[in-house]
T-cell receptor, first 113, second 114 residues
Framework: AQSVTQPDIHITVSEGASLELRCNYSYGATPYLFWYVQSPGQGLQLLLKYFSGDTLVQGIKGFEAEFKRSQSSFNLRKPSVHWSDAAEYFCAVGASGTYKYIFGTGTRLKVLA | KAGVTQTPRYLIKTRGQQVTLSCSPISGHRSVSWYQQTPGQGLQFLFEYFSETQRNKGNFPGRFSGRQFSNSRSEMNVSTLELGDSALYLC?????????????FGPGTRLTVL
């Protein structure tokens, strides 16, 4: 069965520092992978997605993610974090043969001024 | 264009009552999915509707049900509420519901069961 693991529950970085959020998935074939962000009191907003092709994916708000099949990972990165990036980030995998996503437990990002 | 809207935004009920939540998708979107978000269980898939038909259902008891209307608006109903049903309920819409579609989420309905 498909599953998603986000090992870090909380991450704190200083504004201007680089960021990497980890995501590991379990899936038999090439997965459909997503990163979403949720700000307080808001729904989820799609940052980026990967289906196939180039393993480095660019998203909105300066985020990127790299698909590494050998490591079953899809880590989210940003070179320089802004205070407005403080939010909760969710990695998700699309369950093949269905119309649903399986979400990780989320990583809450805190940004220090 | 307008985003996904959910009503009401906040709801307080007592155990044993039932509740109906509403979701209006983005215009032109035919697929609506529902998710339950809790601190302990995270985001869990409830069900997905397309053209008034439920195509997928998550692992929730029969107390959780939904429907979709011809204009793609969707409702979910929870009967005989339990304390554990307290959660943020999110709906998402997409054009076809395919995994390659982008899902757009609404702001959610926060349900508190006392």
């Amino acid at each position: 069965a498909q599953s998603v693991t986000q090992p870090d529950i909380h991450i704190t970085v200083s504004e201007g520092a680089s960021l990497e959020l980890r995501c590991n998935y379990s899936y038999g074939a090439t997965p459909y992978l997503f990163w979403y962000v949720q700000s307080p009191g808001q729904g989820l907003q799609l940052l980026l997605k990967y289906f196939s092709g180039d393993t480095l994916v660019q998203g909105i708000k300066g985020f990127e993610a790299e698909f590494k099949r050998s490591q079953s990972s899809f880590n989210l990165r940003k070179p320089s974090v802004h205070w407005s990036d403080a939010a909760e980030y969710f990695c998700a995998v699309g369950a093949s043969g269905t119309y649903k996503y399986i979400f990780g437990t989320g990583t809450r990002l805190k940004v220090l001024a | 264009k307008a985003g996904v809207t959910q009503t009401p935004r906040y709801l307080i009920k007592t155990r044993g009552q039932q509740v109906t939540l509403s979701c209006s998708p983005i215009s032109g979107h035919r697929s609506v999915s529902w998710y339950q978000q809790t601190p302990g269980q995270g985001l869990q898939f409830l069900f997905e509707y397309f053209s008034e038909t439920q195509r997928n259902k998550g692992n929730f008891p029969g107390r959780f049900s939904g429907r979709q209307f011809s204009n793609s608006r969707s409702e979910m109903n929870v009967s005989t509420l339990e304390l554990g049903d307290s959660a943020l309920y999110l709906c998402a819409s997409s054009f076809d519901g395919l995994l390659t579609d982008t899902q757009y989420f609404g702001p959610g309905t926060r349900l508190t069961v006392l």
